[in-house]
């Protein structure tokens, strides 16, 4: 049942992107997807694609987990590339009564639709190579600065963390609710829509108090470990920059070196 | 017969790197009015193999048989199966949800297609029968305390009338008294209502004083099946799967090593004291 939904998952495959720095995949996609905004040529757009091509390669992540992201934007896709097709205004190719096609109109659709294919793949290589433990972890790091100006980051980082820990615990305890419900002859598939927003109350309410009993619990032994916040709180595993990270940075800065290179020079 | 189940398989998150056979080859046989226990360590595949008894999860591959009867056939109605089938779950006090305990019973009737005041008779029946007072009948599920939850929650299985009852340990996170009360209430069950019972465990000590056949579950297949003092008796192999004999069978055991005239693959108490007044 929901064991099936995928959210922002890790696949575990151990290749050379898993072991970066969080941080490094963190300041890379960013960067990969301003660079996908900023420079706007066909050329720039091949460049990002192969680029990306590579990393997914070095990843050992089956494409077709990227592709699955894909498919929950697909129809943001389609209403994009509509609008651009028909509402940029230039040379007229094809025309019925009040709609028509432009050539930039075609140009503009194609390129949007790329940007979105690389930007969703983008982030997703990241969520699949990285923990989300160690994403807020380089977070927290990454951010750090912010403490100087009293943003309170590792209390941010700590809340996303028991967020997404909790995000497979309580879908599990969901799915566990729905079959002893269903043990009972609950019935959750048929019915209008009103008949089957109520065949759900069996399930939210122990779901919101096992919600609240296990984040009174967590509360607990949090404390009774002694946690007061971020204060003096050192890490098992410290992130630290090694050789492999120092040269993902490199790849980095040629990869944009380039971009910019390609954007001014051609 | 009441379950035969055939050569069954289960594979959780096919086709995936986190893919695990939780069930390999399993073949059982269940008499209609048995008392089974299922037994196994935490992973062994036990609750996966009760939730496929009705319908709950579907095979990769083998078929059940409810009454001679393919559940996996294409008119079959999952509804129905699961009327005869009650699955009581690990902490059953975890999916309550009415306002008081009477109308929580009541779901599962009402599920059935019962009108409110058939349904009523038979919440008043099932809570009856799990030894609740009816003082409680009209208080909020949740100001009950552990062990009345739990026979509240049992209830509300029993209210279905099913042919067999499964219980995933039932027993779980309740102190000695509690844990007496509900077995006690299982074995009456049985034995007044002729109800067919599963009772899955990993407690030896449990089952050994009321289940008449022991299946014993590790990684995914079963390895030993018959009455207790049989399935005692392969003690290494027990280990082997991460469990133990009862301590009085052990006791009996050790005995009968240094010499003393008593017999092996004692599983009660009771037979425990009639040996040893012979012995001695």
Request: hydrophobic share 45%.
């Amino acid at each position: 049942m929901l064991r099936d939904i995928t959210l922002g998952q890790y696949y575990p495959a151990g290749s050379v992107i898993h072991k970066l720095d969080p941080r490094v995949k963190l300041l890379g996609t960013v960067l990969y997807i301003i660079s996908l905004f900023v420079f706007g040529k066909p050329v720039n757009y091949l460049l990002a694609a192969l680029f990306l091509a590579l990393l997914i390669k070095l990843s050992k992540v089956p494409v077709s987990f990227m592709v699955r992201g894909l498919r929950a934007i697909f129809i943001l896709m389609i209403i994009t590339a509509i609008f651009n097709l028909f509402l940029t205004p230039g040379r007229v190719i094809w025309q019925l009564w009040k709609l028509k096609i432009t050539e930039e109109g075609v140009r503009v659709a194609v390129l949007m639709v790329i940007r979105l294919i690389l930007l969703v793949m983008g982030s997703s290589l990241m969520t699949l190579t990285t923990t989300p433990n160690d994403l807020t972890d380089g977070m927290e790091k990454g951010l750090g600065f912010l403490k100087k100006v009293h943003v309170p980051v590792h209390e941010i980082a700590m809340m996303m963390s028991i967020a997404l820990r909790f995000i497979p615990i309580l879908m599990e305890e969901t799915d566990k609710i729905m079959k002893a419900q269903s043990a009972r002859g609950a019935d959750f598939d048929t019915g209008n829509l009103i008949q089957k927003a109520k065949s759900l109350v069996p399930v939210l309410v122990p779901l919101f108090i096992s919600a609240f009993r296990r984040a009174n619990d967590l509360a607990m032994a949090m404390e009774a470990r002694g946690y007061h916040g971020g204060e003096g709180r050192t890490k098992m595993r410290p992130l630290e920059y090694y050789g492999i990270d120092h040269t993902a940075y490199l790849v980095l800065a040629c990869y944009l070196a380039v971009m910019i290179a390609v954007r001014v020079l051609l | 017969m009441a379950i035969r189940i055939e050569h069954l398989e289960y594979v959780y998150s096919a086709g995936t790197a986190f893919e695990r056979k939780a069930l390999k080859d399993i073949n059982l046989e269940i008499q209609d009015g048995e008392f089974m226990a299922l037994i196994g360590h935490t992973g062994s595949g036990k609750s996966t193999l009760i939730q496929h008894l009705n319908g709950l999860l579907k095979g990769t591959s083998g078929t059940i048989y409810y009454n001679d009867e393919s559940i996996y056939g294409q008119n079959y109605s999952m509804k129905n199966l699961r009327r005869h089938v009650g699955l009581v779950f690990q902490y059953p006090e975890h999916q309550l949800f009415e306002t008081d305990v009477l109308t929580d019973v009541c779901f599962g009737p009402k599920n059935l297609g019962m009108s409110p005041e058939e349904a009523q008779r038979e919440a008043e029946w099932a809570l009856e029968q799990v030894k609740l007072d009816k003082s409680f009948y009209h208080q909020a599920p949740f100001d009950l305390s552990g062990g009345q939850k739990r026979r509240a929650a049992i209830a509300g299985i029993l209210a279905m009338h099913p042919d067999v009852l499964i219980l995933d340990e039932p027993t779980a996170g309740l102190d000695p008294r509690g844990r007496d009360e509900i077995l006690n209430l299982v074995r009456s069950l049985h034995e007044q209502q002729g109800i067919t019972v599963i009772l899955v465990s990993h407690s030896m000590e449990d089952v050994a004083n009321y289940a008449s056949r022991i299946v014993v579950m590790d990684h995914g297949s079963i390895i030993l099946d018959g009455t207790p003092g049989e399935v005692f008796s392969h003690r290494a192999q027990l280990e082997q799967a991460g469990l133990s004999v009862p301590q009085v069978t052990r006791v009996m055991d050790d005995l009968a090593q240094e010499g003393w005239p008593v017999e092996k693959n004692i599983t009660t108490i009771g037979e425990a004291v009639e040996q040893i007044l012979k012995a001695l």
